[in-house]
């Protein structure tokens, strides 16, 4: 089973989680809560799911605008059984969204979040990139 954080209106988990706070999403579009399939509210730094749950948590554009983005990973490795798949920008940008609190190349990257834990954990700079297994 698949958990998306963050799925905003084009979700891609069987569960799929966002803000509680906000009814605006990428774009300046609503969120369309009621179209999305097995939309659940929830905290990113507290997510209503019992550890070890889900096969793969993914984020797609997410911890860019996290204030605590380590706590955040931290949620999704212990929700997770197998793999975190995060993708985030290779840039900084300020738009719709708001501005980017955070931006990381690889390096950067894997640095940061230096093994929260043994999960596999990988990052993808570009959702059209390949997928990087770095711990």
Do not use: Q
């Amino acid at each position: 089973m698949r958990l998306d954080i963050g799925c905003g209106n084009t979700p891609s988990g069987d569960i799929n989680v966002d803000l509680p706070k906000s009814d605006r999403h990428r774009g300046g579009r609503k969120l369309m809560v009621k179209m999305i399939p097995n939309f659940a509210y929830g905290s990113t730094y507290n997510l209503p799911f019992c550890d070890n749950v889900f096969d793969e948590v993914v984020s797609y554009h997410l911890l860019e605008h996290m204030e605590v983005p380590l706590a955040v990973l931290k949620e999704m490795v212990c929700v997770s059984k197998d793999a975190v798949t995060v993708v985030v920008p290779a840039f900084a940008f300020r738009g719709e969204c708001g501005e980017h609190l955070h931006t990381w190349g690889e390096v950067v990257f894997s640095t940061y979040f230096a093994r929260p834990d043994s999960k596999m954990l990988k990052y993808l700079p570009d959702a059209s990139e390949k997928s990087k297994e770095i711990f």
